[in-house]
């Protein structure tokens, strides 16, 4: 079974600073997808980025990039240039290929003007 | 796009009826969908995979009977919270797979029930 580790409960950061929030899972497969997901106040789930295990090169998306060490299987996303939107629970999430989400506890980050 | 709908997006029951709740997928068609409870600052918890035209497969400790599943078309899913009970009471989210998609899920807005 796989599981996925958040280390850090809660996180703050000021406006327009950049945060790093980790991410740690156990898996024995080779092929995988690793996800960010961000929950905001209102509840709904937002895809913030996603990211193949085959792929070597780590994603990035506007503000939100990812550093994967596939041999440590860590998976922490950065959010350069913090915006008082960003405010919102973080989940980490692993998925095999073809298969369901495993999520990880979350990390709440607030973000202070 | 890939909008995922919740109907309602809350209720409030009495003790021992029936509660029903919708997740469609309004933009695409998803053969997979999937249904989690989310309790008060925790993490999503899966209840049960959802593929369209057969059973649902539920996770270990999720009761079948209490909480039927029915995935009748490429769009639509439902759950049915039977004899509700106070304990039930949580925020139930669904999300969808495109079709012929094998990776991202995308999630619909929440529904919060409370059991009287």
């Known amino acids: 079974a796989q599981t996925v580790t958040q280390s850090q409960p809660e996180m703050s950061v000021q406006e327009a600073e950049t945060v790093t929030l980790s991410c740690t899972y156990d898996t024995s497969e080779n092929n995988y997808y690793l996800f960010w997901y961000k929950q905001p106040p209102s509840r709904q789930m937002i895809l913030v980025i996603r990211?193949?295990?085959?792929?070597?090169q780590n994603a990035t998306e506007n503000r939100f990039s990812v550093n994967f060490q596939k041999a440590a299987k860590s998976f922490s996303l950065k959010i350069s240039d913090s915006q008082l939107g960003d405010t919102a629970m973080y989940f980490c999430a692993f998925m095999r290929r073809g298969n369901m989400l495993t999520f990880g506890g979350g990390t709440r980050l607030m973000v202070k003007p | 796009g890939a909008v995922v709908s919740q109907h309602p997006s809350w209720v409030i029951c009495k003790s021992g009826t029936s509660v029903k709740i919708e997740c469609r997928s309004l933009?695409?068609?998803?053969?997979?969908m999937f249904w989690y409870r989310q309790f008060p600052k925790q993490s999503l918890m899966l209840m049960a995979t959802?593929?369209?035209?057969?059973?649902?497969?539920?996770e270990q400790g999720v009761e079948k009977d209490k909480f039927l599943i029915n995935h009748a078309s490429l769009t639509l899913s439902t759950l049915t919270v039977t004899s509700a009970h106070p304990e039930d009471s949580s925020f139930y989210i669904c999300s969808a797979k495109r079709l012929m998609s094998t990776d991202t899920q995308y999630f619909g807005p929440g529904t919060r029930l409370t059991v009287l």
């Open positions: 990211q193949e295990a085959y792929k070597q």
């Open positions: 933009d695409f068609q998803a053969t997979t």
């Open positions: 959802s593929n369209e035209g057969s059973k649902a497969t539920y």
